[in-house]
Antibody, heavy 122, light 110 residues
Framework: QLQLQESGPGLVKPSETLSLTCTVS??????????WGWIRQPPGKGLEWIGS???????YHNPSLKSRVTISVDTSKNQFSLDLSSVAAADTAVYYC??????????????WGQGSLVTVSS | QSVLTQPPSASGTPGQRVTISCSGS????????VNWYQQLPGTAPKLLIY???QRPSGVPGRFSVFKSGTSPSLAISGLQSEDEADYYC???????????FGGGTKLTVL
């Protein structure tokens, strides 16, 4: 059974880099069949797609965040990661990792992790 | 401001049918499949409808999608108390080259 689990610091200081990891179990991240994505949700607000990656290294990013986002994959650990630089209070959110249903970026995000709350504060 | 527009709230009584609309443009819902998520309080979004009108295994047939003009709408029939949640539409946007979501609709079961 596919499971995704986010992990990382719950508190990040302004101007620093937010780093999160998503550990995937139940399927190999090296499978060419899927893209893997990050989505966030500020408290009380809606969902925002951050970006997605294929194990081959192909990535897509939200244009509004692109300059600050790095998404990478570690096939040896069956994980993919998110780095968001120069964070501010507006980056406070629950961060979700999820799987795209197909080997295309157009595949729907079908399986989601439980989410990880990251607060940006000094 | 979300790229896809949903009503902020909707409500109904048990047993009723409620609908939630999702409007966008030719670069998103006009040219790509629309998907719907249900988010119960304090939990991650759950895929409810994909590829415009497909239900994942386990999603009751009470959830369906119809098109009103060019905009898709999620319909929930036989409303139940456990349907009280936030609902989001989502699709790919060809102009933005990314996934976009609606602002979400909070459904209250009266």
């Amino acid at each position: 059974q596919l499971q995704l689990q986010e992990s990382g610091p719950g508190l990040v200081k302004p101007s620093e880099t937010l780093s999160l990891t998503c550990t995937v179990s139940g399927v190999s991240i090296s499978s060419s069949s899927y893209y893997w994505g990050w989505i966030r949700q500020p408290p009380g607000k809606g969902l925002e797609w951050i970006g997605s990656i294929h194990y081959s290294g192909s990535t897509y990013h939200n244009p509004s965040l692109k300059s600050r986002v790095t998404i990478s994959v570690d096939t040896s650990k069956n994980q993919f990661s998110l780095d968001l630089s120069s964070v501010a209070a507006a980056d406070t959110a629950v961060y979700y990792c999820a799987r795209h249903r197909s080997a295309s970026i157009f595949g729907v995000l079908d399986y989601w992790g439980q989410g990880s709350l990251v607060t940006v504060s000094s | 401001q979300s790229v896809l527009t949903q009503p902020p709230s909707a409500s109904g009584t048990p047993g009723q049918r409620v609908t939630i609309s999702c409007s966008g443009s030719s670069s998103n819902i006009g040219s790509n499949a629309v998907n719907w998520y249900q988010q119960l309080p304090g939990t991650a979004p759950k895929l409810l409808i994909y590829n415009n009108n497909q239900r994942p295994s386990g999603v009751p047939g009470r959830f369906s999608v119809f098109k009103s003009g060019t905009s898709p709408s999620l319909a929930i029939s036989g409303l139940q108390s456990e349907d009280e949640a936030d609902y989001y539409c989502a699709t790919w946007d060809d102009s933005l080259h990314g996934w976009v979501f609606g602002g979400g609709t909070k459904l209250t079961v009266l």
